[in-house]
């Protein structure tokens, strides 16, 4: 469930409302939006969603400079506290996702990040990191 964007509307809604829908495809066989790389590979892949402007205010290049920014925070944070691949932060939560390039740049089989996207973000960036 996600909450709606309506102020007025405290009630949650269901969570294909608040997904961005892949794109219409003009064959059955055709995988809606184009293939997903297989994981690990994609965490720094630019999505469908993306390439084909599902969502709305989000590009390629925007995309690429926020994985990029932070690939470089996540290498700062590793200098510094050299157990961040450790066991000792299994469970993380990211309260302001943005576009999941924080738990990309992570990139630890030892943790699990938990994305969350705020509900006074200004651009709806849910199916970019679902």
């Known amino acids: 469930m996600c909450k709606s964007k309506n102020a007025d509307d405290v ?5 294909e409302a608040c997904v961005t829908p892949y794109p219409e ?3 059955n ?3 809606s939006g184009g293939e997903l790389k297989p994981f690990p590979e ?5 999505t469908p969603r993306i390439t084909s402007d599902s969502v709305p205010g989000i590009s ?12 470089k925070h996540v290498n700062a944070y590793k200098r510094v506290n050299k157990i961040i691949d450790s066991r000792r932060y ?3 939560m990211d309260r302001n996702a943005g576009l999941g390039s924080f ?5 630890s089989p030892k943790s699990w990040v938990m994305n969350v996207m705020p509900t006074v973000s200004k651009k709806d960036t849910l199916g970019v990191i679902f």
């Open 11 to 15: 009630w949650y809604k269901e969570m």
């Open 25 to 27: 495809t003009d064959n």
């Open 29 to 31: 066989d055709d995988v």
């Open 42 to 46: 994609r965490l720094n892949d630019v």
């Open 60 to 71: 390629v290049e925007l995309f690429l400079e926020d994985n990029k920014l932070w690939q």
């Open 90 to 92: 299994h469970n993380i």
């Open 103 to 107: 738990v990309a740049a992570l990139e």
